[in-house]
């Protein structure tokens, strides 16, 4: 009977999180993702609430990446577009020659990337939002960001009539940030979730949330998760 | 059509538009514009009023216009009723705005490239109207050419008339029927009988678009001419969350509901139900206190100093409803500016 009423959880679910299911999702899939991509830098959270009140209500926030670096050479070019992102903070700690290499190669320009995934409220699913910079802070123009796409996500854009990627206002910063638009979100998240009849307690998807959308949603910006991060086995053991 | 919608078409905010001192390469310098700008419009779309007065004294260079107040660039996709609203706390007739052709700053605001941008900024807002409203954006995406241009259109020029025509083959109406439905009730003050009461009708949930714009000040002032000033987009918190309505027998939702339901962080015992939680419980309004000091009420710890739609604040015991189908915006908006009144320990600047 259990798994009957688990059942028909899943099959009642639209795919939307509420804000606190963000939150929790959003802590799972940092977790994970400290663990399986130790050589990149963390998600955080980020709370958002711009008083220190004393409330009762969760604080609401985002999860943040910033400092990814694509490297742009001529070798990537000839290849299939294989992104390759480093980590820029730690530069100073890691004795590679490729960071001398780096510096004494002018020609080979680096775009830093900030992504952060924040809570819709009229979609009530997550949103990615990114920013590209040169390496003295400018602002990069969205042809430019669009050659440090893949190429499928090239080739879908120029395809769709409704633009998936647009410059919008960041939520919380006040600042034009770019954005993945979300409105089919939740029903391929519904798909996801279905197609799995072993992922059928409703804890369990509320909290895996996050890692699996994030498996779809990063290849649009090249972004790619170990696949040791969908691992039910390991998410039940810990 | 209701008389206060026909008002809300017709509202207009007097501008005296100066051109930059940075931009202007005659002498003497060329008078300011007198525009009438529509409430409901975008001030981008002022270009054809503005570049023909002020042209022939620009420098060279590319144009892109933007706008600024008292050193504060305005963001050209809120709609210009809103940006009034917000920032001259007490209006300014005329509201005097400072026209910028070059130098746009564009690591503030998003970039404009001219009506294209404000149509394309409107659409997907109405397509997000309708997300909330219906769970899909489906009549949206399918607007045939002809309506988005007849659409677009009747928003350029102010024509209530056409705009409802085209509006309604979008289906956003149904919490438009249920609401005037709640208003009728309220009215006549008549307990609905159990028999009307839908199955799926008690499972359905609306959702209403709003955009609130959260000002929040830690000093009291009586005049709104004391009110200190927004000199950068920090200080607001811009809000888009949507309300959520619970048909509840015998009980009609007020503006100061909706407006404690969206900002739960400052009115806490509203917050459950904001997650979504289907065991609603009853709440309880206490008479709130004057008296920012007082030890009652201490899980509210923001007072609501004025809410404004429009152009006008309504009493905050008005049903929400009425706000809603009367002062929504074009896009299916409800725009809210708010300002909060927080206590000073607990405010940090």
């Known amino acids: 009977m259990d798994l009957q009423g688990a059942v028909k959880d899943i099959i009642a679910w639209d795919g939307t999180l509420s804000s606190s299911d963000f939150s929790l999702s959003a802590h799972t899939f940092s977790e994970k993702w400290k663990r399986f991509n130790p050589s990149f830098p963390p998600w955080q959270w980020i709370p958002c609430l711009k008083h220190h009140l004393v409330a009762s209500h969760k604080v609401e926030g985002y999860l943040s990446l910033e400092n990814m670096c694509h490297i742009k050479s001529s070798e990537e070019e000839e290849s299939d577009r294989s992104l390759t992102w480093k980590e820029e903070s730690n530069i100073s700690q890691r004795e590679e020659p490729f960071d001398n290499a780096a510096l004494v190669c002018p020609e080979h320009e680096v775009n830093q990337y900030d992504?952060?995934?924040?809570?819709?409220?009229?979609?009530?699913?997550?949103?990615?939002?990114?920013?590209?910079?040169?390496?003295?802070?400018?602002?990069?123009?969205?042809?430019?960001?669009?050659?440090?796409?893949?190429?499928?996500?090239?080739?879908?854009?120029?395809?769709?009539?409704?633009?998936?990627?647009?410059?919008?206002e960041h939520p919380y910063l006040n600042r034009p940030w770019y954005k993945l638009h979300p409105c089919g979100t939740s029903d391929w998240?519904?798909?996801?979730?279905?197609?799995?009849?072993?992922?059928?307690?409703?804890?369990?998807?509320?909290?895996?949330?996050?890692?699996?959308?994030?498996?779809?949603?990063?290849?649009?910006?090249?972004?790619?998760?170990?696949l040791e991060m969908l691992d039910t086995v390991v998410s039940n053991n810990s | 059509m209701s008389e206060a919608q026909k008002h809300v078409w017709e509202g207009a905010i007097p501008l005296q538009i100066h051109l930059h001192e940075s931009e202007v390469t005659t002498l003497p310098p060329p008078p300011p514009a007198l525009v009438l700008a529509p409430r409901l419009g975008y001030l981008p779309l002022l270009i054809s009023l503005l570049k023909p007065q002020f042209s022939s004294t620009l420098p060279p260079g590319v144009d892109t216009i933007w706008f600024e107040y008292k050193g504060l660039p305005l963001k050209w996709y809120i709609p210009t009723g809103v940006l009034f609203d917000l920032l001259c706390v007490e209006p300014e007739r005329p509201w005097n705005l400072t026209v910028h052709f070059r130098g746009y700053p564009s690591n503030i605001l998003l970039p404009c490239e001219g009506e294209d941008s404000v149509k394309w900024s409107f659409i997907n807002s109405?397509?997000?109207?309708?997300?909330?409203?219906?769970?899909?954006?489906?009549?949206?995406?399918?607007?045939?050419?002809?309506?988005?241009?007849?659409?677009?259109?009747?928003?350029?020029?102010?024509?209530?008339?056409?705009?409802?025509?085209?509006?309604?083959?979008?289906?956003?109406?149904?919490?438009?029927?249920?609401?005037m439905e709640n208003v009728s009730s309220v009215l006549i003050k008549s307990p609905q009988s159990p028999g009307d009461t839908d199955v799926t009708g008690q499972v359905k949930t609306g959702r209403i678009p709003v955009r609130l714009y959260l000002w929040t000040v830690n000093e009291e002032f009586d005049d709104?001419?004391?009110?200190?000033?927004?000199?950068?987009?920090?200080?607001?918190?811009?809000?888009?969350?949507?309300?959520?309505?619970?048909?509840?027998?015998?009980?009609?939702?007020?503006?100061?509901?909706?407006?404690?339901?969206?900002?739960?962080?400052?009115?806490?015992?509203?917050?459950?139900?904001t997650e979504g939680d289907a065991n609603i419980n009853q709440i309880e309004e206490g008479e709130s206190s004057s008296d920012p000091g007082s030890s009652c009420n201490t899980l509210e710890i923001a007072e609501i100093k004025f809410v404004r739609v429009q152009g006008i604040e309504p009493i905050l015991d008005i049903p929400f409803s009425w706000v809603v189908n009367n002062l929504m915006n074009p896009e299916y908006f409800l725009h809210m500016c708010v300002c909060l009144k927080v206590s000073k320990s607990n405010a940090v600047q």
């Open chain 1, 115 to 168: 992504f952060h995934i924040v809570y819709s409220a009229t979609y009530r699913v997550p949103v990615l939002y990114f920013r590209s910079y040169h390496g003295d802070g400018q602002l990069l123009p969205f042809d430019e960001i669009e050659k440090d796409l893949p190429g499928h996500s090239a080739k879908l854009r120029s395809e769709s009539k409704w633009t998936f990627i647009s410059h919008e």
């Open chain 1, 189 to 226: 998240m519904k798909l996801l979730f279905n197609g799995d009849s072993s992922l059928n307690k409703k804890d369990f998807v509320i909290e895996q949330y996050l890692v699996s959308w994030f498996s779809a949603i990063g290849l649009v910006v090249g972004l790619k998760m170990p």
């Open chain 2, 126 to 179: 109405l397509k997000e109207a309708a997300y909330i409203i219906n769970g899909n954006s489906k009549n949206v995406m399918n607007m045939s050419q002809t309506d988005q241009v007849e659409l677009w259109g009747s928003v350029l020029n102010g024509n209530l008339e056409t705009y409802r025509r085209v509006a309604s083959k979008l289906k956003l109406g149904t919490f438009e029927d249920e609401y």
């Open chain 2, 224 to 273: 709104f001419e004391d009110a200190p000033q927004i000199d950068n987009w920090d200080k607001v918190s811009y809000i888009n969350r949507p309300v959520e309505i619970y048909k509840e027998d015998g009980k009609y939702f007020s503006l100061n509901d909706a407006v404690k339901r969206i900002l739960p962080e400052f009115f806490p015992e509203n917050s459950f139900v």
